[in-house]
């Protein structure tokens, strides 16, 4: 039983229920911790002592000379901990994901107190990390302080001064070379070379090639693509050499709890994450975005018609001409595609 509320930072009493002879505990608040598990956060109290009143008890608290839960500085960790459990709750699954990461990039902070954090902390915390997951960083810091700074923990926005490169560097795109693509069809069949192949037949992107559904195919083409109004549903004709390799990979769909999606081992549907793994596995100078880029440069080489090759890519046709041409049947796409050889 916890009686009406005290002046902010004296501490707590609460009778216990227990036949006691000292019944009243007199606490104070200490800290807080975040459970990264449920994402609630849990209070850290220190017990001042036990007596036989409330009187007695608020007298200790007013009495005690330690240092009071105002005194005691927040950390990085309290004060995500508070933000968390308030914001998460209004935010996508996704999202919450996306700031758990960027969490993580400052563990080195997490002990330290967060008024004492300057820009060259957090810099220095995340200088070896990619780019992409820097910027969530920098949107993290930014929702951290407006939060301090709104429960006047903090007086100065830091998350403005830090200088984090977030630019991804350019690399230069090479396509897999015929040697490469001789030595795939000679690996011994598994889901990780036909998918490649696949990648390097078809010209989705990894985004789309992993999110195909196999059992959406008519008249020879798969029926993919997204993003775009150009590129999402698109049919894309399925070239001869690898149609032996889709219908491999239907049959191990249709027997797994993941229907019209290629499968891994366990039954499971093939993530993006897998696919670069299987590429670093397989071929670590690519990225998964090479085939891609592969299909388009073999794509030019055979003769192919430019326009199929950008319909077929899900590419934006500019040209009215184009724009028509591209209203045709299936045929004229099939028949191009026929063309296609890495060679």
Not at 69 to 88: G, I, M, R
Not at 260 to 267: D, I, K
Not at 304 to 331: C, F, N, Q, W
């Amino acid at each position: 039983m916890a009686f009406g509320r005290l002046p902010n930072g004296l501490g707590t009493i609460t009778k216990l229920k227990a036949n006691l002879r000292k019944p009243y505990r007199a606490r104070k608040l200490v800290g807080e911790d975040l459970d990264e598990q449920t994402m609630k956060v849990r209070r850290i109290y220190r017990t001042v002592g036990y007596f036989g009143s409330r009187k007695d008890a608020m007298n200790a608290l007013m009495n005690d000379c330690t240092i009071s839960s105002q005194d005691v500085p927040l950390t990085f960790a309290n004060v995500y901990a508070q933000w968390s459990e308030k914001h998460y709750p209004t935010i996508s699954t996704r999202t919450v994901y996306g700031y758990k990461n960027a969490y993580k990039q400052f563990a080195v902070l997490h002990d330290r107190a967060f008024r004492e954090l300057k820009a060259a902390d957090y810099e220095q915390a995340v200088k070896d990390v990619q780019p992409t997951i820097r910027q969530v960083c920098r949107v993290l810091l930014s929702l951290l302080y407006k939060y301090a700074i709104r429960n006047e923990i903090v007086e100065r926005d830091y998350s403005k001064m830090v200088q984090f490169d977030t630019k991804r560097k350019q690399t230069e795109k090479k396509p897999f070379t015929v040697e490469e693509v001789e030595e795939l069809w000679k690996m011994p069949e598994s889901t990780a070379r036909n998918v490649i192949l696949i990648g390097l037949y078809s010209g989705f992107c990894p985004a789309e090639l992993v999110s195909l559904d196999l059992d959406a195919i008519t008249n020879g083409c798969f029926i993919g693509g997204m993003k775009t109004k150009n590129g999402i549903n698109r049919l894309v004709p399925i070239h001869p050499s690898i149609l032996p390799l889709v219908e491999t990979e239907r049959r191990k769909s249709a027997k797994s709890k993941a229907t019209g999606h290629f499968v891994n081992r366990n039954g499971d549907a093939v993530t993006y994450a897998v696919l670069v793994l299987w590429m670093k596995r397989l071929f670590p100078e690519h990225s998964p975005h090479e085939m891609r880029h592969s299909f388009a440069t073999y794509a030019r080489r055979s003769g192919m018609d430019p326009v199929i090759i950008k319909r077929i890519l899900g590419h934006s046709l500019k040209d009215l001409t184009e724009a028509v041409y591209t209203d045709v049947d299936a045929a004229i796409p099939i028949k191009e595609m026929a063309k296609y050889r890495i060679a």
